[in-house]
């Protein structure tokens, strides 16, 4: 199963803003996020301004860093001012982005600024670098914007061997701020046998599911059933769970994801994988067995997803057993 960029993935595959009288800009002049909430930004620094960018939004930036450099807390320096909606807590926001060492200078990843890829980040520090977050937030529409992050706020410790990056690197990261997306409105759970037009899910004696397409068209929002309800602990926003779950495409009824098969379950964290998977687990109990009828805004969406097995309209059905949480 695919996933969108999060903590431990975040990179493997970023003056003020408005005038007063922006519209996202209040009468006061604070920063007003999609939520309609003031938004309060990290502030510049001696480090974050220091780096030189020049181009146009959207276009290739040159850059040029003095390295090495680092902070004791994160900064952010817009450099292009956008006009468009500002990403408060939970937005989600698509950007173009540069990430490098700010130890060594190496790049570690970039989207190439040419329009052909964006990464999806969402405003939430339980899901993502803090540092990452800071920098995103409270940006607009249309804002070039450059963080300086010190280890504390983006790998720690332990850093990221496998993107070279050790426990004492600092990361430097150069993001536009493409799209913006207002927190959506939370998935409700409600008894599956409450729910009209499900596909019907029997089980085998050990667990393992079958799941019934009904010949009939999807619904055109995500429908979360709770099947049976566990006696386990409740899993929290961006928890480490273990999980089985079968994934059916409804418009072809293939399976193009199974745990089962495997012979055994999967390990991820929530915040990893897509809405109408982690609103499913997020917030039930360890034991609970699931059914998320996932439409295309809450899956892989236009990109569609699973090789071409998932079309960018393509309604897809999961059945979860959630075997453990931490």
Same mark, same amino acid.
């Given at each position: 199963?695919?996933?969108?960029?999060?903590?431990?993935?975040?990179?493997?595959?970023?003056?003020?803003? !408005?005038?007063?009288?922006?519209?996202?800009?209040? @009468?006061?002049?604070?920063? /007003?996020?999609?939520?309609?909430?003031?938004? /309060?930004?990290? %502030?510049? &620094?001696?480090?974050?301004? @220091?780096?030189?960018?020049?181009?146009?939004?959207?276009?290739?930036?040159?850059?040029?860093?003095?390295?090495?450099? $680092?902070?004791?807390?994160?900064?952010?320096?817009?450099?292009?001012? *956008?006009?468009?909606?500002?990403?408060?807590?939970?937005? @989600?926001? =698509?950007?173009?982005?540069?990430?490098?060492?700010?130890?060594? *200078?190496? %790049?570690?990843?970039?989207?190439?600024?040419?329009?052909?890829?964006?990464?999806?980040?969402?405003?939430?520090?339980? !899901?993502?670098?803090?540092?990452?977050?800071? +920098?995103?937030?409270?940006?607009?529409? *249309?804002?070039?914007?450059?963080?300086?992050?010190?280890?504390?706020? &983006?790998?720690?410790?332990?850093?990221?061997?496998?993107?070279?990056?050790?426990? +004492?690197?600092?990361?430097?990261?150069?993001?536009?701020?493409?799209?913006?997306?207002?927190?959506?409105?939370?998935?409700?759970?409600?008894?599956?046998? %409450?729910?009209?037009?499900?596909? #019907? /899910?029997?089980?085998?004696?050990?667990?393992?599911?079958?799941?019934?397409?009904?010949? +009939?068209?999807?619904?055109? %929002?995500?429908?979360?059933?709770?099947?049976?309800?566990?006696?386990?602990?409740?899993?929290?926003?961006?928890?480490?769970?273990? /999980?089985?779950?079968?994934?059916?495409?409804?418009? $072809?009824?293939?399976?193009?994801?199974?745990?089962?098969?495997? *012979?055994?379950?999967?390990?991820?964290?929530?915040?990893?994988?897509?809405?109408?998977?982690?609103?499913?687990?997020?917030?039930?109990?360890? &034991?609970?067995?699931?059914? @998320?009828?996932?439409?295309?805004?809450?899956?892989?969406?236009?990109? &569609?997803?699973?090789?071409? =097995?998932?079309?960018?309209?393509?309604?897809?059905?999961?059945?979860? #057993?959630?075997?453990?949480?931490?």
């Amino acid at each position: 199963m695919r996933t969108p960029i999060a903590i431990a993935a975040v990179v493997v595959v970023i003056g003020s803003l !408005a005038a007063c009288s922006s519209p996202n800009s209040s @009468s006061s002049g604070d920063l /007003v996020d999609t939520a309609g909430e003031v938004c /309060v930004a990290t %502030e510049p &620094g001696a480090a974050s301004d @220091s780096i030189g960018v020049s181009g146009d939004f959207g276009s290739a930036p040159e850059i040029n860093i003095d390295f090495p450099i $680092t902070a004791e807390t994160t900064e952010r320096t817009v450099l292009i001012a *956008g006009e468009g909606p500002v990403a408060g807590d939970n937005a @989600s926001v =698509m950007v173009e982005v540069s990430l490098f060492n700010g130890t060594t *200078g190496a %790049e570690i990843t970039t989207t190439g600024f040419d329009g052909t890829q964006t990464l999806p980040f969402e405003i939430d520090e339980a !899901a993502m670098l803090p540092g990452l977050v800071r +920098t995103l937030k409270c940006s607009a529409a *249309g804002a070039r914007v450059v963080g300086v992050i010190p280890p504390s706020e &983006g790998y720690g410790d332990q850093g990221r061997t496998d993107l070279s990056v050790s426990g +004492t690197d600092s990361l430097v990261f150069i993001a536009d701020i493409v799209e913006i997306t207002p927190p959506s409105e939370p998935i409700a759970v409600l008894p599956y046998d %409450e729910i009209d037009g499900l596909p #019907e /899910v029997t089980f085998a004696e050990d667990g393992e599911p079958t799941i019934t397409i009904p010949a +009939t068209d999807p619904p055109t %929002e995500t429908q979360i059933g709770l099947i049976t309800a566990g006696d386990g602990a409740v899993v929290g926003a961006s928890a480490d769970v273990t /999980v089985h779950y079968r994934g059916i495409n409804w418009q $072809t009824g293939e399976m193009f994801d199974d745990s089962w098969s495997r *012979g055994e379950p999967s390990a991820f964290n929530t915040g990893g994988v897509i809405e109408g998977f982690r609103a499913a687990i997020e917030g039930q109990t360890v &034991g609970s067995t699931l059914i @998320s009828v996932v439409a295309p805004a809450d899956g892989y969406g236009p990109s &569609g997803g699973s090789g071409e =097995m998932i079309g960018a309209t393509d309604t897809i059905v999961f059945v979860i #057993e959630i075997v453990a949480a931490s």
